[in-house]
């Protein structure tokens, strides 16, 4: 399966919470949202499936190969948070904040690397302000 973002990514940040962890089997998913209008599918639609990991939250990911792609929430169509693991190139964004720390695995250390950092959910624009699309 592959897609494109075709437009600027927003605010990218590590989550810590213990769903992301869980998804990823990562001690983080580094995400960041793009306008869906700047989101494509460009092969293998038949091969995402979705799942509603908290009410209102839906995550999406490969059934072949079980790679997180993206979520959405369907209060907000306009929006996809992309998994950046999954990019092929630079995404010409770098980290912003740790997110949900508070609820990061306690095996993990944070890494002493200027970003900004919020116990929980960081306000708005972390999540809902990518650049417009192109």
């Known amino acids: 399966m592959r897609f494109e973002v075709t437009g600027e ?6 989550c810590h919470c213990s ?11 580094t995400n960041a949202p793009v306008h869906a209008d700047a989101f494509r599918i460009v ?5 995402i499936t979705e799942y509603e990991s908290s009410p209102g939250r839906l995550r999406a990911f490969c059934s ?8 959405r929430m369907p209060d907000r169509p306009e929006l996809r948070r992309v ?8 995404p010409g964004a770098r980290p912003v904040a740790h997110i949900w720390i ?14 900004e950092r919020f116990d929980e959910a960081p306000p708005q624009p972390y999540y809902t302000s990518p650049g417009p699309p192109r």
Do not use: H
């Open 83 to 90: 998994r950046l693991g999954t990019l092929d190139g630079d």
């Open 64 to 71: 072949r190969c079980g790679s997180p792609l993206y979520s």
């Open 102 to 115: 508070g609820a990061k695995a306690p095996w993990d250390t944070l890494p002493e690397d200027g970003l």
């Open 9 to 14: 990514i927003g605010p990218v940040v590590q």
């Open 43 to 47: 092969q293998g639609q038949e091969l």
């Open 19 to 29: 769903m992301c962890r869980r998804a990823n089997g990562t001690a983080f998913a």
